[in-house]
């Protein structure tokens, strides 16, 4: 069997954080159909800004990859040319064997109910499944 090595898949992030380590220009996005790939998200009752990634028009392997309430990867930040907390390279690792051909899927760990108006229901197929995303 073919295992899938641990892996840190760099995040467009850090492709926006000069070397001087200037923060880069904040958008503000108000749909998903932008070409910003750094998003400033704002939050009801929330007064910090909130960094987003946006892979829906390009990105690394890492866009590809779908929630499952089963997963068999799990998402850690890691960093690496920075200590600031607004930039991490995003780090997927196997939790388990993988073998070759097997869909890599990670669990979003979105709470139920958690933004009003919004629902996303889960199609996983686990025997574990949830039944909602969001």
């Not at 467009?12 to 220009?25: F, M, N, S, V, Y």
Request: charged fraction near 25%; glycine fraction near 6%.
């Amino acid at each position: 069997s073919t295992r899938l090595r641990n892996a840190n898949l760099q995040s467009r992030a850090r492709e926006l954080l000069k070397k001087d380590g200037k923060k880069p220009p904040k958008t503000e996005s108000e749909d998903n159909d932008n070409n910003s790939t750094l998003n400033r998200t704002l939050l009801p009752d929330y007064d910090g800004v909130v960094y987003t990634l946006d892979a829906k028009l390009f990105g690394n392997i890492g866009r590809y990859f779908n929630h499952s309430c089963s997963p068999n990867i799990a998402v850690q930040n890691v960093f690496v040319d920075t200590h600031d907390i607004h930039f991490p390279w995003i780090g997927f690792f196997a939790t388990k064997t993988i073998r070759s051909g097997t869909e890599l899927c990670w669990d979003y760990n979105y709470t139920v109910g958690e933004i009003a108006g919004r629902r996303m229901d889960c199609h996983c197929g686990s025997a574990e499944c949830r039944r909602r995303v969001l």
